[in-house]
């Protein structure tokens, strides 16, 4: 938004006109809203992270020994998941900037389901450890690993219900070309959850 | 920067293309036993995923420098917390 915006022309009350902020302020204030709220996520998994780096350091060997027990197929899998989830949730963005309403319930929908695709996933993934004794209890590497993934799946949650609630908005047509900024900040948190788990895949299933 | 308008679906389904393209190398790499280099080539690799999302499934090539300083700057301080904790941890 580089436009400037028309200068209050009420001198007697210069505060009046930010009263009434156009859609266009308001929508960047509201993006600069979710930016904030992800700064304070990348800050609450980065203590996580910081944490792995510190154990990983100091027990090298642990944490060689212990991740061949995560399947790197299904760690794949999900990161497959969540990459297609974002592209739907990207071109449902796209979609309705041009007004295009079926296209974004139609993409609402699909993420909502690749979402609940990679729970699914994770619920397998954990049962199976549970089912070789493998729990948060187990080691520093198995404590981390539930830690940040059941960290991670709580914000896939979330993010499904917010996506669920702009379905519904949607569904009452409440999008168009020229208002959508719950969609595009719903998008950025979505986005976001994604961009963690690109770290999680190769900090836990790849490397040891 | 002018309206929003006019990104179309084509660089989305590159970006995601690509991404998809990273996830396979990262992958096919990791079966391979370079010691140190495995870590150096999945963070690289994880990097360049991130970097592609925030650009353009994030919008973050089209913002302005107001939307770019709120997001580097949790960046710049995850760098300072790990690199303030390694400091520590390190050397005792």
Redesign the interface.
């Known amino acids: ?3 400037s915006e028309p200068k209050a022309v009420s001198g007697a009350n210069p505060g009046e006109h930010a009263a009434h902020a156009s859609p266009a302020v308001t929508y960047e204030a509201a ?2 809203g979710i ?2 709220f ?3 996520e ?2 609450l998994f ?2 996580l ?2 944490t792995y ?2 154990f990983r ?2 027990f090298p060997h642990m944490f060689h020994a212990d991740y061949v027990h995560l399947n ?1 197929v299904l760690g ?1 899998v999900n ?2 998941v969540l ?2 989830s ?2 739907t ?3 449902g963005i ?2 309705i ?2 007004g295009k309403q079926g296209m974004l319930r139609l993409c609402l929908v699909l993420t909502i389901l690749l979402a609940a695709g990679f729970l699914v996933i994770k619920y397998f993934e954990w049962t199976e450890k549970f089912a070789h004794g493998l729990y948060p209890g187990t080691d520093v590497f198995f404590s981390l690993y539930f830690m940040m993934t059941g960290l991670h799946g709580l914000h896939v949650l979330a993010g499904m219900l917010v996506l669920g609630a702009v379905l519904v908005l949607a569904g009452q047509g409440r999008f168009s070309e020229s208002y959508h900024t719950p969609v595009e900040i719903s ?2 948190y979505w ?2 959850v ?2 963690v788990w ?2 999680l ?3 836990f ?4 | ?2 309206k ?2 006019g ?3 084509g660089i ?2 590159i ?2 293309i690509a ?2 393209v990273l ?1 396979g190398a ?2 096919a790499v ?1 079966y391979a036993n370079l010691g140190l280099m ?2 150096a080539v ?2 690289l ?2 990097s360049v ?2 970097s592609l ?2 650009l ?3 919008h973050l090539k089209f913002e ?1 420098k ?2 770019w300083t ?2 580097l ?3 710049f ?2 760098l300072l ?2 690199g303030g ?2 400091s520590d ?2 050397f005792r």
Not at chain 1, 205 to 208: A, E, N, Q, T
């Open positions: 938004m580089g436009t993006k600069l930016w904030t992800i700064a304070t990348v800050l980065g203590g992270f910081t780096i510190v350091t100091k790197r794949a990161t497959v990459i297609c974002s592209l949730v990207a071109l796209a979609a900037r041009k998008g950025l986005h976001f994604d961009l690109i770290y895949f190769p900090l299933y790849l490397i040891g | 920067m002018t929003e308008h990104t179309g679906y989305y389904v970006v995601w991404l998809l996830t990262t992958v990791s495995n870590v999945a963070l690799i994880a995923k991130a999302v925030a353009f499934f994030m302005n107001l939307v709120f997001a700057v949790p960046i301080f995850l917390v790990v904790t390694l941890t390190l």
